[in-house]
């Protein structure tokens, strides 16, 4: 499978590992604090390190080597890495050679693709379907992320790690309300394969567009009218606040990619007051790695 590179996005990973301990994550010291307790303990150990970047994007995944790092035999490091790429967190290439999955994949488009229309159909189910106890869950969701909203300051990792979960907490939330365990379970793992990539509306400010800080008020905004709309039975309505939020998340990364992709992607973006342009982004740096505007 080709992957789809993103200069800015090697700095952007460095900014991450910055913030964490210089020699190993906090998975790895437990790991071998506490070694990995078979299969299970394998895979939730590499799985974490995949997702906080511990383990960079594009990075060689040495059974030796994580059997060590993680304090365990290389039979249940195999079977993690077997597990983690059947939800496209790792790949295997010649030789059955593992690897972390790069942050954008190829088939980006269809990805988001996915995530659109999964998003439309769990929260107009959750509308028709949702409990008392769902309310109470959805609200909950919808009030932590408002309150960790209020503190943006600034677009940077930090930010991100602590409020792209709370988003993805919501999304799992109006899921689950949905009371279909098959559309549950494929936003659950829609949200896993795309964890590291919908970290980025929150970790830059696109320099052609807006502050953090309106975005993510605007985020709030929807946010409560998703949620109005759950409680009050208006499944139309329901999904269309679900279809404006997947645009606003779809707008900012779409910046992001067409300020720092080093190879074009087509990304079409659809509204909720219908379909936006489609629109291709085009290459920002050349051979050497340097922005063509610079």
């Not at 689950?176 to 098959?182: G, R, V, W």
């Amino acid at each position: 499978m080709l992957f789809v590179y993103i200069s800015h996005t090697k700095s952007w990973i460095r900014s991450c590992m910055a913030h964490r301990s210089p020699k190993r994550s906090e998975a790895a010291r437990r790991a071998r604090g506490n070694p990995a307790s078979g299969r299970r303990g394998a895979y939730e150990a590499i799985k974490d390190d995949v997702l906080s970047l511990a383990l960079q994007p594009g990075q060689d995944l040495d059974e030796v080597s994580l059997s060590r790092r993680y304090g365990v035999s290389r039979t249940p490091v195999r079977e993690a890495l077997i597990r983690l790429a059947s939800e496209r967190l790792v790949s295997f290439g010649q030789n059955r050679r593992a690897r972390v999955t790069a942050l954008i994949l190829a088939d980006y488009p269809r990805f988001m693709e996915a995530l659109d229309l999964a998003r439309r159909a769990v929260s107009r189910l959750a509308a028709l379907r949702r409990h008392e106890t769902d309310l109470a869950k959805i609200r909950a969701a919808e009030k932590a992320f408002a309150k960790a909203a209020l503190g943006a300051r600034e677009a940077n990792d930090p930010f991100a790690r602590m409020i792209a979960p709370l988003d993805a907490a919501l999304q799992l939330a109006v899921a689950e309300a949905s009371h279909n365990s098959y559309l549950t379970r494929t936003c659950d793992q829609l949200l896993t394969v795309g964890h590291r990539m919908l970290h980025l509306p929150y970790a830059y400010d696109p320099h052609s567009g807006e502050p953090i800080k309106a975005f993510v008020e605007r985020l709030v905004a929807r946010h409560s009218g998703l949620a109005s709309a759950i409680e009050a039975g208006d499944a139309d309505g329901a999904e269309a606040e679900a279809r404006a939020l997947h645009g606003e998340l779809t707008r900012r990364l779409r910046s992001y990619l067409e300020e720092n992709l080093t190879a074009s992607v087509r990304i079409d973006v659809e509204s909720a007051d219908g379909p936006d342009r489609a629109t291709t982004a085009r290459a920002l740096t050349g051979p050497s790695g340097r922005s063509k505007h610079n």
